[in-house]
């Protein structure tokens, strides 16, 4: 009898533009953490923005496996995502939830920051008991109910249609060892613990408790809570080169990102280049048109010699202007480059590498802008 294969018809993932997350890398930077951490301390890793770019479902499952049972995400839909993929265990929602939107809290098991107490009036309104963790607001002036205030602290923590499961600030000038900066960071906690003791005072049972992120891991292990809600540096990298790191942690990059080389031309002495004939060649010279562009989350400000990719181990300038869609690198000194070679964007390739600082340089920005505004249209890989 003749057995008919109907072959998969999907695409290749390495066929264009993807990114591969390193695994192992994920792992050894989460030893890391939980190492420097006291046991009862559980890490709640950042993967809000789509995990920081490096694919929130996948990325969020592998850690499952590596033990992680309590993640925090940005919005409600990523906390949705969350739970429709599979995931277990305690998902909070870093940020602003719409009343609208209260029923799916609690149909998803989801936790919710309460960022003021007029929110805090609203989710109690609900007709059913929401779980909350309590943002405290200790000197970032950004989301949460004013540490100092103890009166709207009881009044919050006693309203009878919350449940409040945790308590948590975020600090705001732990990255540096500036004089001013590392005193800030101890008033910060300083604000938050005697706001725990007020509530103590007026017999409030008090819940989890939480302020690290990945900078207060790295920089105040005095302050490890019951969680640690570690971001950018699980992924492998500080914000800033330079960031302070007193732990002199040896992180991981995780992901690599990378494309194929779609076509190479030849330039002619005078030939220009792309759009714009932003760039002109002054001598005959070999062009790879490789096949992301800044949709892809490679910054246009990379165009015209400023960034640069990796072929076969070797550098090749960008040269002209980055498109929607590709780019075009200076493949002169490359001879063997080829249709459908790889090309790396970010990340290692032999003994070289384009860390993701260099991007966020040539940005003027953090390696978190850079990482989170990665585009959807790469696949995300996850590699063992
Ligand atoms: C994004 C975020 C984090 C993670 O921060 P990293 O610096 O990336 O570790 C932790 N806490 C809050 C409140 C956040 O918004």
Redesign the pocket.
């Known amino acids: 009898m003749m057995i008919l294969h109907r072959k998969k018809q999907i695409p290749d993932p390495r066929g264009r533009a993807f990114c591969e997350i390193d695994l192992r890398a994920l792992e050894h930077n989460l030893h890391i953490f939980q190492s420097a951490l006291p046991e009862r301390c559980r890490l709640m890793p ?1 993967v ?1 923005a789509n995990g ?1 770019g490096h694919g929130m479902i996948p990325l969020s499952r592998a850690l499952a496996s590596l033990g992680v049972d309590a993640f ?1 995400v ?1 919005s409600l839909a990523e906390g949705v995502a969350l739970r429709r993929a599979g995931i277990k265990g305690e998902i909070l929602i ?2 602003y939830t719409h009343p609208t939107d209260f029923p799916r809290l609690s149909k998803y098991r989801l936790l919710q920051t309460v960022v003021d107490e007029d929110y805090a009036e609203a989710l109690n309104a609900f007709p059913k008991r929401l779980s909350v963790h309590l ?1 405290l607001d200790t000197g970032m002036r950004r ?1 949460g109910i004013d540490a100092a205030d103890t009166d709207a602290l009881v009044r919050v923590m006693t309203l009878p249609g919350l449940r409040v499961e945790g308590i ?1 600030t ?1 600090l705001c000038t732990d990255d540096t060892d500036s004089v001013t900066d590392v005193a800030f960071t101890g008033e910060q906690a300083r604000r938050f613990f005697d706001a725990i003791d007020a509530l103590k005072a007026k017999q409030i049972p008090i819940p989890k408790l939480h302020l690290q ?3 207060g891991v790295l920089n105040y292990p005095q302050y490890a809570g019951d969680y640690a ?6 992924y492998g990298v500080k ?1 800033n080169r330079g960031d302070l790191d007193r732990s002199g942690a040896d992180l991981c990059p995780v992901l690599r990102f990378a494309a194929r080389v779609a076509t190479v031309k030849t330039l002619e002495p005078g030939e220009g280049l792309g759009y714009g004939l932003a760039f002109v060649a002054d001598r005959p010279m070999r062009v790879a048109v490789v096949a992301a562009g800044y949709a892809d989350g490679v910054p246009r400000a990379l165009s015209g010699g400023v960034g640069r990719v990796l072929i076969g181990g070797e550098y090749a300038p960008i040269l002209g202007r980055i498109c929607m869609d590709q780019l075009t690198v200076d493949v002169t000194h490359l001879s063997h480059v080829r249709a459908g070679d790889l090309v790396t964007l970010l990340g290692k390739d032999g003994q070289n590498e384009i860390p993701v600082y260099e991007w966020a340089e040539a940005c003027g920005t953090l390696t ?1 802008e850079i990482l989170s505004r990665l585009g959807e249209r790469p696949e995300r890989i996850m590699k063992q």
């Open positions: 950042a809000k920081y925090c940005a870093l940020g943002a989301l948590f975020h992120a990945s900078y809600r570690v971001g950018i540096a699980l914000s978190n």
